[in-house]
């Protein structure tokens, strides 16, 4: 049973840093791309970040573009997010999720990911 455990949300000011964390079991992490997505009261979800399953390639949507970094530690089958310089618009629920084997087309796509974490909440205060 696969599952993805979001850690680290909070309170913050903006301008300032936070990290969020997913820790995956239950399959073999590292043979999997990873992303985060997001979702704001009353917004569809949206693509946050993506980074393929060594780490190699990272991928952002625009708006985080800069101030974001994904990364990865397949040792400890964790996820990473990091958010420097954060607005008030980046306030959502934060969700990691693991793309399917066999997803084609881009990595920004939701449909592409089969396991979803239950999300961790991030709030920036202006």
């Known amino acids: 049973q696969v599952q993805l455990v979001e850690s680290g949300g909070g309170l913050v000011q903006a301008g300032g840093s936070l990290s969020v964390s997913c820790a995956a079991s239950?399959?073999?992490?590292?043979?999997?791309?990873m992303g985060w997505f997001r979702q704001a009261p009353g917004k569809e979800r949206e693509f946050v970040a993506a980074?393929?399953?060594?780490?190699?390639?990272?991928y952002y949507a625009d708006s985080v573009k800069g101030r974001f970094t994904i990364s990865r530690d397949n040792a400890k089958n964790t996820l990473y997010l990091q958010m420097n310089t954060l607005k008030p618009e980046d306030t959502a629920v934060y969700y990691c999720?693991?793309?399917?084997?066999?997803?084609?087309?881009?990595?920004?796509?939701?449909?592409?990911?089969?396991?979803w974490g239950q999300g961790t909440q991030v709030t920036v205060s202006s």
């Open positions: 999720a693991r793309r399917a084997l066999m997803a084609v087309g881009p990595s920004s796509r939701g449909s592409s990911y089969d396991y």
């Open positions: 239950g399959g073999t992490f590292s043979s999997y791309d």
């Open positions: 980074i393929t399953r060594s780490g190699a390639s990272t």
